[in-house]
């Protein structure tokens, strides 16, 4: 079983920085990517960004030169450094790790942390 546990989420202004990070603990061997998501209220889950395993990151539109997704592999961690920041980036703000059942499985699953909330007033 694998647990993600965030941290960093608050209120902060128009063009303010924050800080979100995950901690994974559990079976985290086989991880084929970890990511954030963020859900607005009426509003559908969309990607913010993502890291796959061989390192290689993609961002929303709406992320890109804005957002940095990392992950420190010695600390299980994962961070979304958001600078910049826009009311329309309000929302909760959830962590997500996709892992391989076995090394050489195409099987896998994903692992949702209990989310963040991030408010950015105007």
């Known amino acids: 079983q694998v647990q993600l546990v965030e941290s960093g989420g608050g209120l902060v202004q128009a063009g303010g920085s924050l800080r979100l990070s995950c901690a994974a603990s559990?079976?985290?061997?086989?991880?084929?990517?970890m990511a954030w998501y963020r859900q607005a209220p009426g509003k559908q889950r969309e990607l913010v960004a993502r890291i796959s395993s061989d390192g290689s990151t993609n961002y929303a539109d709406s992320a890109k030169g804005r957002f940095t997704i990392s992950r420190d592999n010695a600390k299980n961690t994962v961070q979304l450094q958001m600078n910049s920041l826009k009311p329309e980036d309000t929302a909760v703000y959830y962590c997500n790790t996709n892992i391989r059942a076995r090394p050489t499985s195409y099987i896998s699953r994903d692992y949702w942390g209990q989310g963040t909330q991030v408010t950015v007033s105007s």
């Open positions: 559990g079976s985290t061997f086989n991880i084929n990517s």
